[in-house]
């Protein structure tokens, strides 16, 4: 019986694409280990919170003229699939390259170089995935579960496997973002489309009013997502919790994204891209309120499964609409450009001020702050959606 179902689900849907979820669980694998313990690796070898936030605001300076570059190169490549394996790469290479030297300055060169590699990497994965599965029966949502399925085992695993000894985090992260590169031939081909004559200016983009305010809804959310995995984790630690139940808190944090994106599809088309925006942001803001409260280790841990929601939700929303709204020829570009703007800005306008104002107020209050920040931000895109579907429904 469960053989024949199976059968006719193949038979609707078509072969799962294994080699694409695959690539998702080991590309969000690599950054579950890199992101959670990369700082507690800074501070372990004696680097304070303001020289921890320096390099980031510095490594992402030069990440903020890559982010572009790589969408801009995806898109006028022949294949994209060649710029994928490009950052896989580089970014392995970079990872290892910790282990030469604890010296601030080279470290600092090596968090340039990785983040220089690895800053395309979401945004251009995702671009291609999205291109390949255009009118295809498994959407991205479904395949991009892989991704955090893959973050879920990985830091449930990785803080017990890492314990103590944080530098065990690269050649963990190198062997993940290797097998990425390996499984990166198997995607499908996807040619860039800003070719020959076909070439629409950026400034189509920017014209745009509703994705720019869209991506500048992104930006506030991820201010507050930057910052918690940026500090939160030290902070953690000093109210008691260890790196085994750091593992154990982003394990709930990412855990309820598989249900999420698997039903995210048809949870927008029901109650379109706006609305599921503004749920998402509001579930946010209240698990920064109740972080910025909260201090037994078990409580946070499962405060943090709220990510789950607020997160998928509004990342899924943004991603898929860029896809729908940007030009054919502008496609990665827009990809980039977004996670330019949430990812890569917040890290180059806030590391160091984030790392001095970690120290002077404390985490918890910037938590609070950033609550406070995402509330505003909320309101003020509720009534730009209220009169922009107004607007609609009279046009």
């Known amino acids: 019986m469960r053989l024949k179902s199976m059968a006719r689900l193949k038979k609707e849907f078509g072969a799962f694409p294994i080699a694409i979820f695959l690539l998702y ?3 969000f694998g690599s950054q579950a280990i890199y992101s959670t313990y990369h700082n507690l690796y800074l501070s372990g070898i004696g680097f304070s919170q303001p020289q921890i936030g320096m390099t980031i605001s510095v490594s992402t300076f030069f990440a903020l003229i890559a982010s ?5 190169v995806s898109d006028r490549a022949k294949r994209k699939n060649t710029v994928i394996l490009l950052l896989f790469g580089g970014s392995t290479v970079a990872t290892l390259l910790y282990y030469l030297s604890e010296n601030y300055v080279f470290v600092l060169g090596v968090v340039t170089l990785y983040t220089f590699f690895y800053t395309g990497l979401p945004p251009c994965l995702d671009n291609i995935v999205l291109e390949a599965s255009e009118g295809k029966r498994w959407k991205y949502g479904q395949m991009r579960m892989g991704g955090t399925v893959g973050y879920c085992l990985v830091v449930l695993c990785s803080g017990f496997m890492i314990g103590e000894e944080h530098a065990r985090i690269f050649y963990m992260t ?7 590169f ?16 076909r070439k629409t200016s950026f400034r189509v983009l ?4 509703p994705l720019m305010i869209m991506i500048g809804y992104n930006l506030s959310f991820m201010l507050g997502l ?16 260890t790196s085994a139940q750091i593992g154990v808190m982003m394990f709930f944090c990412a855990v309820l994204e598989i249900p999420c994106l698997f039903w995210a ?21 209240l698990r920064w309120a109740l972080l910025s409260f909260l201090r037994d280790p078990t409580l946070i841990i499962a405060t943090n499964m709220l990510h789950g929601i607020g997160y998928t939700g509004f990342s899924y929303c943004l991603v898929v609409y860029i896809n729908e709204a940007a030009p054919q020829d502008l496609k990665a570009t827009s990809q980039n450009f977004n996670a330019l703007i949430g990812g890569v800005f917040p890290r180059l306008a806030f590391g160091y001020v984030g790392g001095l104002a970690a120290e002077a107020f404390g985490t918890n209050n910037i938590l ?8 505003i931000s909320t309101l003020l895109f509720s009534i730009w959606a209220y009169r922009h579907h107004r607007r609609s429904v009279a046009a």
């Open 368 to 375: 609070l702050a950033a609550c406070a920040a995402l509330l």
């Open 174 to 180: 190198a062997i993940a973002l290797f097998l990425c």
């Open 25 to 27: 669980v080991f590309s």
């Open 206 to 209: 920017l014209k745009n009013r």
């Open 68 to 72: 572009m570059t790589w969408g801009v």
């Open 182 to 197: 390996l499984l990166a031939f198997r995607l499908p081909a996807v040619p860039g489309h800003r070719t020959g004559k």
């Open 265 to 285: 599809n048809r949870v927008v088309k029901r109650f379109g891209v706006e609305r599921v925006l503004i749920v998402s942001a509001l579930v946010t803001a």
């Open 226 to 241: 930057f910052f918690f995995y940026s500090f939160y984790p030290i902070y953690f630690r000093a109210i008691g919790g």
